[in-house]
């Protein structure tokens, strides 16, 4: 027996979760919980706040297009270092634009890719993004990705995983890999 979606929402409280630290796997944890979620029917929204271009995440949710949305506001060039003012305008639109996501009704799970990482780099304030998290619709599921999450980020959310760095062959040289990092 199938349970419809509008059962689903009227039925369900959505949580906070952040996915954080210095090791490798924040994002892929988030995309492997949008496909769980489109397998289960469920609508989703990413907003990528760094990320700019057709990277292999991009390629393969193409394939689930009826389900989830990837929206990019990054324009590509900024990664370390001081953000231009235009990086800094890209992203205070890309969360003015997850603030109409969130309120459409339109999507079940809303994943704010690299917010932490934003917030950090002074491409949006902490206070920003948590009154956005305020108003949170109370069936909404809502991710954070991203190494540094705020100690109040962290405060707010209902779930947070430390991602924790051991061992990488980063370290010893090795390059993002296609398929792999990239």
């Known amino acids: 027996m199938q349970i419809s979606i509008r059962y689903m929402k009227k039925n369900k409280k959505g949580y906070i979760q952040v996915y954080t630290g210095d090791g490798k796997g924040k994002t892929t944890a988030a995309l492997g919980l949008s496909i769980r979620a489109a397998g289960a029917g469920l609508k989703v929204f990413i907003g990528q706040f760094i990320k700019m271009g057709d990277y292999s995440e991009i390629k393969s949710l193409k394939r689930f297009s009826d389900c ?4 990019q506001f990054g324009l590509g060039r900024f990664y370390k270092g001081k953000p231009s003012p235009e990086d800094i305008s890209a992203a205070q639109r890309g969360l003015h634009r997850m603030s109409e996501v969130m309120s459409s009704g339109e999507y079940d799970l809303i994943i704010f890719e690299e ?20 108003r949170k619709p109370e069936e909404i599921e809502l991710v954070l990705t991203g190494r540094g999450a705020d100690p109040r980020v962290i405060e707010k ?4 995983t430390e991602m924790k760095a051991v061992k990488h062959y980063y370290f010893e040289g090795v390059k993002a890999r296609v398929g792999i990092e990239k």
């Open 68 to 71: 989830i949305t990837v929206e």
């Open 115 to 134: 917010a932490n990482v934003a917030v950090t780099c002074g491409l949006f304030s902490v206070e920003d993004l948590l009154e956005l998290l305020n």
């Open 157 to 160: 959310a209902d779930l947070v």
